[in-house]
């Protein structure tokens, strides 16, 4: 009974639609008035998807020489085929989830069927339009500023079609590779802590973006989103990441005024495999001495880490090395592990938000089994990804996008 009411119910709201949306193309092109240059040429048919079914539209359509214009497409902010309420539908879908499931899902939920290729096609062809976008927002003007402003990034590998890794180094067996690191980033900040002093990240204020960019580029445009969020008013700046050279760099490049906090985790880990080389791993005494010392490194203790491990350095071998390594990293980040003073302070010392968002906003969409994919489709799902996982850009991308498709036609009336 529900499914055969939603039916005679779409039924009569694509009726319906198609009435409404002809009424305002109609009024749309007895409106226009068409530049120097454009005339005329026929009355087009157009098939239209919507969020009811498909409907028939009829509209005119000029021609200047170079161009085609529908006055009308503009005016009802039509997306090729589909409405701006479909193909926003189809691309949050794609965005979410593979298109087959996408458009599984939508075809159950609304009751019209959609094709999965439908949907590849409405996210490939929307997509690039992100990007641009996003350059273009005006800065934003927080009526107060918030504590704390966090910026952190990471990469991950992305699956990628063989004919986008020729010539690239890998970690197979034979030194190819099987995927591409994309850059991840986002923007946050703090203002309130917990009432044991932990800090608490402001609600809804984290925006994402992502490239296959080179790192060093890839921070420009992280820094350019920071500019856009506040940073220039921020009271306080902090760099969460972990101890990869190149992210100390994009640090100091593009955000020098900021605090460098080592990722405790990774800083953890690193300890761990010091620890490694100077007892028999997992033995009770590797698990007291890692106690120990994870309970110093909240102390701010890494350099009595460094003093004690450098007396007890094998006398020589692959520990030896090993253990001078892990030294060498604890070395230069040093002043990055001061945890004690940071967590007084009222910092964060993990990077969990960039870490989730590795997994969240790229893994659980683009990593999934038998996914392969070229850079410029994995792109726009991400810019799109990116949008639905920061605040409220999703709603302002579509919003300014209907009001950039009627200007032109505005400026021609």
């Known amino acids: ?7 005679a119910l779409l039924q009569e709201g694509r009726v319906a639609l198609g009435r409404l949306l002809q009424e305002w193309a109609d009024w749309a092109d007895a409106a226009y008035t068409p530049p120097v240059g454009q005339h005329l040429v026929e009355r087009r048919k157009l098939g239209l998807d919507t969020i009811f079914g498909p409907v028939e539209l009829r509209r005119n359509y000029y021609y200047d020489g170079q161009a085609g214009f529908c006055p009308a497409d503009a005016a009802l902010g039509l997306e090729g ?3 701006p ?13 593979s298109y087959v499931k996408a458009g599984a899902d939508l075809s159950e939920f609304t009751g019209v ?9 409405v996210v490939q062809r929307l997509g690039p339009a ?4 996003r350059e273009q927002l005006p800065p934003e003007r927080p009526a107060f500023p918030p504590g704390t402003f966090y910026l952190s990034y990471d990469m991950t590998g992305v699956p990628m079609r063989p004919e986008e890794l020729r010539g690239r180094q890998g970690k197979q067996p034979d030194g190819s590779a099987k995927s591409r690191e994309v850059k991840l980033g986002c923007v946050f900040t703090q203002t309130a802590i917990d009432p044991k002093g932990h800090p608490i990240r402001d609600p809804d204020s984290t925006t994402y973006l992502s490239s296959f960019l080179p790192m060093g580029e890839f921070g420009g445009m992280l820094r350019q989103e920071a500019l856009r969020r506040g940073m220039a008013s921020a009271p306080r700046m902090a760099v969460l990441s972990d101890g990869a050279r190149c992210n100390w760099e994009v640090a100091r490049v593009n955000f020098p005024s900021a605090l460098q906090i080592l990722d405790f985790y990774h800083g953890m880990e690193h300890v761990g495999n010091l620890v490694n080389t100077l007892e028999v791993k997992d033995s009770p005494a590797a698990q007291k001495q890692l106690s120990q010392w994870k309970k110093r490194l909240l102390k701010d203790g890494v350099g009595q880490i460094i003093t004690q491990a450098t007396a007890r350095l094998p006398k020589s071998g692959a520990q030896r090395k090993a253990a001078k390594g892990e030294i060498a990293y604890l070395e230069f980040n040093q002043e990055r592990m001061q945890y004690g003073t940071f967590r007084k302070q009222g910092y964060f010392i993990g990077s969990g938000v960039i870490e989730a968002g590795c997994k969240s906003v790229v893994g659980q969409r683009c990593k999934l ?10 792109d726009n799902v ?22 950039q498709k009627r200007t032109p036609l ?3 009336a």
């Open 1 to 7: 009974m529900e499914t055969g009411l939603r039916a």
């Open 113 to 121: 069927p959609v094709a999965a290729r439908q949907v590849e096609r």
């Open 81 to 83: 085929h589909c409405t």
């Open 369 to 378: 089994s038998g996914m392969h994919w070229s850079v410029a489709g994995v």
């Open 85 to 97: 309420t479909l193909a926003q539908w189809l691309c949050r879908a794609g965005a979410d989830g």
């Open 410 to 412: 505005a400026t021609a």
């Open 382 to 403: 991400l810019d799109l990804r990116c949008l639905l996982a920061s605040r409220a850009l999703w709603d302002q991308f579509w919003q300014n996008r209907q009001e």
């Open 130 to 133: 992100v990007a641009p976008w």
